[in-house]
Structure formats: C-alpha cells, structure tokens
T-cell receptor
Framework: GENVEQHPSTLSVQEGDSAVIKCTYSDSASNYFPWYKQELGKRPQLIIDIRSNVGEKKDQRIAVTLNKTAKHFSLHITETQPEDSAVYFCAASTWNTGTASKLTFGTGTRLQVTL | DTGVSQDPRHKITKRGQNVTFRCDPISEHNRLYWYRQTLGQGPEFLTYFQNEAQLEKSRLLSDRFSAERPKGSFSTLEIQRTEQGDSAMYLC?????????????FGPGTRLLVL
C-alpha cells in the first residue's frame, strides 16, 4: 500500500519568512496530492491540492510543487502570518473519475509562526 | 451549518463497553469515509461507503468495529468491547463525484477516551 513520509515534524519561522514542508510517497500510481491544515481541536481543512499532470500550483501565499520522478511534493507558504500556525498534513491517493479513493496521510508538520 | 457533522464530539467510556458514533455527511455527498487519528499522527483510513455500500475496509478495522450507512445518508461506527488502544479521534469525511477532484470534507471528529 501507499506510504507517505513528511518532514519536518516541527517548523518554527518568524512572521514574514517562508516555510517549506516536504513529503515523499511510495506508490507510483498515486495521482492526487492534497494538503490539509488542522488547527488545534478543529477539523482538517483542505488548503491546496495538485494532480500528477501538473508540476506546480499556486494560490495566493500558498504553493505546491510535485516531482513525479522523485515521488515527492512540497508545500510552500510565503510571507507567513501568525494565523498560519497549525499542523499541516500532506496526503496521497490514486484518484479516478467514478471511483472513491482513500487518502494516505503523512505524520504532520507543526508550524509555529513567531512574531 | 451545511458541513459534515459528527455526534458525539467527545466520549469517555470504560474498557469493555460498546460505543457508537454518528456521522452526517454534506447533503448529496454519496461517498463517506471514516478515519482514525491518534495524537501526533495523521488520519488513518478505516473504511468508506458509496451510497449504502461499504466498498473498502482497512485491516485496522478489527472484528470489534462495524460501520453502517443503511440509507446512504448518515453513517454509524460502532466499537464493541472497547480497549484502551481504541482511544483516538474518529473523523468522518464526505465527498461527491460532482466536485472537482472529489475533495474530502472532514467533520469535527469524535474524541474517544477509553479508561
């Protein structure tokens, strides 16, 4: 089955700096890679996702890059703000139209943005 | 609130007791997933339904666990003869094939503590 590794487990940055979180996956059939943000005591919420036919996707201060050959993908947050402090999870799945697909999650990165 | 809802939000039980959790997906989402999240870890897939059919079960779902979705709407997850190792956050998610890439939307979770 799929295995997703995520690094680092904790990350502390100063407000305004950039943060990068990296994930690797094992199953070459995986083609969908979402990132979820989970604040303390709250539900995971999707912040950005990417499909395997795209190398990079950006949404305001957040971007995700994907290297299919190396089987790794990364989350980039620029101009970090205190409200970015949370646990971030990467995930991978094999997604096809018409079939549901389970997500395999990484172990999470606790991001702390300090003033 | 039209998001995924779960009930109860917290459950404390004694070892050996049975517990049942409920998940109400987003209206018209025909796919429903159960995940388990332990402290410091990412969510782990347990099972999913398409309408009322349970299509996949993880090996994490021992014989003591049973999930149902009798009318293709809400779902229940029952744990019989609870063990301390069952203590975790149980998350439900739902998706629709009509949504782009079938984003999985998570509920707030049910936190189970087995004493």
């Amino acid at each position: 089955g799929e295995n997703v590794e995520q690094h680092p487990s904790t990350l502390s940055v100063q407000e305004g700096d950039s943060a990068v979180i990296k994930c690797t996956y094992s199953d070459s059939a995986s083609n969908y890679f979402p990132w979820y943000k989970q604040e303390l005591g709250k539900r995971p919420q999707l912040i950005i996702d990417i499909r395997s036919n795209v190398g990079e996707k950006k949404d305001q201060r957040i971007a995700v890059t994907l290297n299919k050959t190396a089987k790794h993908f990364s989350l980039h947050i620029t101009e970090t703000q205190p409200e970015d402090s949370a646990v971030y999870f990467c995930a991978a799945s094999t997604w096809n139209t018409g079939t549901a697909s389970k997500l395999t999650f990484g172990t999470g990165t606790r991001l702390q943005v300090t003033l | 609130d039209t998001g995924v809802s779960q009930d109860p939000r917290h459950k404390i039980t004694k070892r050996g007791q049975n517990v049942t959790f409920r998940c109400d997906p987003i209206s018209e989402h025909n796919r429903l997933y159960w995940y388990r999240q332990t402290l410091g870890q990412g969510p782990e897939f347990l099972t999913y339904f398409q309408n009322e059919a349970q299509l996949e079960k993880s090996r994490l779902l021992s014989d003591r666990f049973s999930a149902e979705r009798p009318k293709g709407s809400f779902s229940t997850l029952e744990i019989q003869r609870t063990e301390q190792g069952d203590s975790a956050m149980y998350l439900c998610a739902s998706s629709s094939p009509r949504d782009y890439q079938e984003t999985q939307y998570f509920g707030p979770g049910t936190r189970l503590l087995v004493l």
